[in-house]
T-cell receptor, first 111, second 116 residues
Framework: SQKIEQNSEALNIQEGKTATLTCNYT??????LQWYRQDPGRGPVFLLL?????KEKRKERLKVTFDTTLKQSLFHITASQPADSATYLC??????????FGPGTRLSVLP | EAQVTQNPRYLITVTGKKLTVTCSQN?????MSWYRQDPGLGLRQIYY???????DKGDVPEGYKVSRKEKRNFPLILESPSPNQTSLYFC???????????????FGNGTRLTVT
């Protein structure tokens, strides 16, 4: 069966460190993978999109990798700050099909 | 300001009393969708629409209806709400229909529905 997993429900790290979040999937062939940030009581906000033929994408302190062989995406936040504390969702998109979201990882950056 | 607007933000109702949650976007997006979010289950798609008068079921459509008479509006209708429809609901839109990877989803701020 199809499944999307994100490494852990919650992740705590110290301010200034690099946070690494994992998105693993099985029985999907995504053409695109997206990462969203969700704050409590708010709708998800788009962060980054990476295509199946791209290995890495960067935006300021954010970096996403996509390994279609391992069926995994890694989402990194460098020099993390308490303001980065939120839930992060990965979403898969296959050609002609709708988004499927992972369950999310709640990140807490401790000062 | 480009946005997706949902109303109401909070809604408490009783079993069986019909309700409508409105959703409007001002970005001229073709694609719109409704999701519900429940603890431990993540975001699940209820219905989606690729354009005016074109709607289709998502993963959890039972107990819901939608309509897309105008491009900007995509209301979610619960004809006879039940307690298992207590959830956080999100409307989202995208410039083109998903599967093309051309644009991300823009979400509203959610409607927290409680059915007693």
């Amino acid at each position: 069966s199809q499944k999307i997993e994100q490494n852990s429900e919650a992740l705590n790290i110290q301010e200034g460190k690099t946070a690494t979040l994992t998105c693993n999937y099985t029985n999907y062939s995504p053409a695109y993978l997206q990462w969203y940030r969700q704050d409590p009581g708010r709708g998800p906000v788009f962060l980054l999109l990476i295509r199946e033929n791209e290995k890495e994408k960067r935006k300021e302190r954010l970096k996403v990798t996509f390994d279609t062989t391992l069926k995994q995406s890694l989402f990194h936040i460098t020099a993390s700050q308490p303001a980065d504390s939120a839930t992060y969702l990965c979403a898969l998109e296959s050609y002609g099909q709708n988004f499927v979201f992972g369950p999310g990882t709640r990140l807490s950056v401790l000062p | 300001e480009a946005q997706v607007t949902q109303n109401p933000r909070y809604l408490i109702t009783v079993t069986g009393k019909k309700l409508t949650v409105t959703c409007s976007q001002n970005m001229n997006h073709e694609y719109m969708s409704w999701y519900r979010q429940d603890p431990g289950l993540g975001l699940r798609q209820i219905y989606y629409s690729m354009n005016v008068e074109v709607t289709d079921k998502g993963d959890v459509p039972e107990g819901y209806k939608v309509s897309r008479k105008e491009k900007r509006n995509f209301p979610l209708i619960l004809e006879s709400p039940s307690p298992n429809q207590t959830s956080l609901y999100f409307c989202a839109s995208s410039q083109t229909w998903v599967g093309m990877g051309n644009s991300p989803l823009h979400f509203g701020n959610g409607t927290r529905l409680t059915v007693t």
